[in-house]
Nanobody, 116 residues
Framework: QVRLVESGGGLVQPGGSLRLSCAAS????????MNWYRQAPGKERELVASISATTSQIIYADAVKGRFTISRDAAKNVLYLQMDSILPEDTAVYYC?????????WGQGTQVTVSS
């Protein structure tokens, strides 16, 4: 069982920054990948950024390349998403996702609202 708890969302002005955190607990030692997804109102959930355990490869959605940075503190078992140069279209609920053999776990989500 894996538990994921996101934090760090809130209201931010366009051009501002936020750092989302995802604290992971439980059986995460065999993880394959850890990811950030987001879901805007009326839209499907989409992948924002991903870290692979096997290759250490990091990928970003085209919409956030150069603005968002995914990282992981292995000692604390925390996944981060640094969001810079935030745009109104970044408004969404952001979800942390952890993939282990045979299962995919999700956090409860944290709301990011971009508005002036």
């Amino acid at each position: 069982q894996v538990r994921l708890v996101e934090s760090g969302g809130g209201l931010v002005q366009p051009g501002g920054s936020l750092r989302l955190s995802c604290a992971a607990s439980g059986k995460t030692d065999s993880w394959h990948g850890m990811n950030w997804y987001r879901q805007a109102p009326g839209k499907e959930r989409e992948l924002v950024a991903s870290i692979s355990a096997t290759t250490s490869q990091i990928i970003y959605a085209d919409a956030v390349k150069g603005r968002f940075t995914i990282s992981r503190d292995a000692a604390k078992n925390v996944l981060y998403l640094q969001m810079d140069s935030i745009l109104p279209e970044d408004t969404a609920v952001y979800y942390c996702n952890c993939v282990v053999p045979g299962r995919s776990y999700w956090g409860q989500g944290t709301q990011v609202t971009v508005s002036s």
